[in-house]
């Protein structure tokens, strides 16, 4: 149990995804204009990372890295790349079916964000590095969950930061996308502070 804790508060705060080790830049910069869309766009990843770590780590342990089939000299492992991309394609196409279906003003407001989470390198970067820490199955869910709640406090507190930033008055040179890429630079400074907590 303690070791499943120090995992997750490993990967949502000290090693943020965002702010840390820079991944999934794309749509924490693109949807994070408005609360209500980072929180969205912060939901979906949570599902998609959530469910692609747990199935990406029953294939690789169950098929890939198969002990059975290293016996018999079978590797399968450099196909985890592919394989991990086409689990993450599927499980966002299914995603964006049921929020077209359920919840169309989320939809339509995160817009060409949501199949991005696709070449969300987030989303390949935490099944990969589950199976680079050699984590165990139910390590990789807590970890590709708590990755993904990282993710989800960095977006919305990006968001927030940024609602209040467009009522200020700032010099033109910062106005747009440098005020943004000045943000979160402190913002990935101030969760370095983290850095030595675990």
């Excluded at 492992?77 to 966002?92: D, E, G, H, M, P």
């Excluded at 869910?141 to 709640?149: C, I, K, L």
């Excluded at 910062?174 to 983290?194: E, P, R």
Aim: hydrophobic share 55%; with cysteine.
């Amino acid at each position: 149990m303690k070791e499943l804790l120090l995992i997750a508060v490993g990967s949502a705060i000290v090693n943020n995804v965002v702010l840390s080790q820079f991944l999934g830049i794309c749509p924490f910069l693109g949807v994070s204009k408005k609360t209500d869309t980072a929180a969205g766009m912060g939901g979906a990843v949570i599902f998609v990372i959530t469910i692609a770590s747990l199935i990406t780590s029953i294939i690789y342990k169950g098929i890939l890295a198969n002990p059975f089939l290293a016996e018999k000299g079978i590797d399968l492992t450099y196909l985890k790349t592919i394989v991990f991309i086409l689990v993450i394609a599927a499980l966002v196409q299914f995603v964006e079916m049921f929020l077209k279906k359920s919840i169309p003003a989320l939809y339509q407001s995160l817009g060409v964000y949501l199949p991005l989470i696709t070449t969300n390198c987030a989303v390949l970067g935490v099944a990969l590095n589950a199976v680079t820490y050699e984590y165990s199955i139910l390590e990789t869910v807590v970890y590709g969950f708590a990755t993904a709640v990282g993710f989800f406090i960095a977006i919305v507190l990006m968001a927030g930061l940024r609602e209040k930033i467009e009522y200020n008055d700032i010099p033109k040179p910062f106005q747009g996308t440098a005020s943004v890429l000045i943000t979160a630079a402190l913002m990935s400074i101030a969760f370095m502070g983290f850095s030595g907590m675990i």
